[in-house]
């Protein structure tokens, strides 16, 4: 992409271009990588509510990690649009599942509980059925 594309720079050439704006020094700010600088100037873009420098300056962790989910989400709408179609289905353990997750959803902590439970509730069956208290 051509950095002219970028909505900052789309609207300093609406403007006359670069010899019609001004750029202004908000902060002198030392740091010893390239990563500090970016992290301080993303802090002063959002400060300012900079709407035309649309583009972040830098990215945390978690923030990298919301993107990730929400556009594989957007993928697979577009490349699955029928696989996001299908119903769940119920599970004896209350729960529900998609067809596609049944071997993800067996192996689920809930369900799991509920096998273990229901495994303790045969044992106690069968330790009344031996010493006859049904
Ligand atoms: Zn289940």
Redesign the pocket.
Known sequence: MSKHKIKLYTTINLNGGWDCCDMALIEEFDCETKRQAECREEFWRREYKATKNSRKCHTTADEKKEYNKEFNKKVNIIKNPLRNLQPSEP???G?HYKHRNKAI?LRSQN?QN?IIKKQNENIKLILCENINCI
């Open positions: 599970c004896e353990c729960g959803h369900h509920y």
